[in-house]
């Protein structure tokens, strides 16, 4: 069992930048890939970013490429979303996920899953 805990979230101005961190606890998080996932008011949830936990490879949603970089940190037990160049339409409440049993970019596949913490970027 692994609890995620999400933080870094907050009120920006588009164009600035933010780090999203996702704290696990438990054990065998350095055997999990993780994904960040959000969602918008009246959206579904999709795919921002995932990263393999076997060779650290990263996979990113056309939308965020170029612009986020997802990273993980087995020592601290922590994986994070760093944001730049923020936009209106990257505003939601971003959810980390682990433990991937299928395709990366669906909800789905993850077995495990934060609360979620808010971004909301002001035009």
């Known amino acids: 069992q692994v609890r995620l805990v999400e933080s870094g979230g907050g009120l920006v101005q588009s164009g600035d930048s933010l780090r999203l961190s996702c704290a696990a606890s438990?054990?065998?998080?350095?055997?999990?890939?993780v994904a960040w996932f959000r969602q918008a008011p009246g959206k579904e949830r999709e795919f921002v970013a995932y990263?393999?936990?076997?060779?650290?490879?990263?996979k990113y949603a056309d939308s965020v490429k170029g612009r986020f970089t997802i990273s993980k940190d087995n020592a601290e037990n922590t994986a994070y979303l760093q944001m730049n160049s923020l936009k209106p339409e990257d505003a939601g409440l971003y959810y980390c996920?682990?433990?991937?049993?299928?395709?990366?970019?669906?909800?789905?596949?993850?077995?495990?899953w934060g609360q979620g913490t808010q971004v909301t970027v002001a035009s």
């Open positions: 996920a682990a433990y991937s049993t299928g395709t990366y970019n669906l909800a789905k596949s993850y077995r495990y």
């Open positions: 990263i393999a936990w076997t060779d650290y490879t990263t």
């Open positions: 438990g054990r065998n998080f350095e055997s999990y890939s």
